[in-house]
């Protein structure tokens, strides 16, 4: 088993270990405005879907915001993937 994670870590190259120092910056910059937005919205579906709750019975606009959640996590996880690819080459 550690053999295999040995393989892994020197053959496998990162996702984002063909982008320029530059590109990599823009767009960490991207993904941040983008995940920033994502937050807004997120809040707001789940602020909406309360609201909905209490004035409506319990429906799929309850649980909407639930589906967003993961890929905004994934969305952070990326972007601290990036950074941590520019922190290496520095």
Known sequence: M???????????????SNYSKEALQKKL???KKMFYLKVIIVILMIAFSIF?????NISF????PLFFIPM???????????????????
């Not at 606009?61 to 909407?64: D, E, G, S």
């Open 61 to 64: 606009y309850t649980f909407l």
């Open 2 to 16: 550690d053999f295999l994670l040995l393989l892994k870590q020197f053959y496998m190259a990162s996702l984002f």
């Open 29 to 31: 910059k991207s993904q």
């Open 72 to 90: 905004t996590i994934y969305m952070y996880l990326e972007m601290k993937k990036i950074a941590k690819e520019l922190k290496s080459r520095k």
């Open 52 to 56: 909905y709750t209490l004035e409506n």
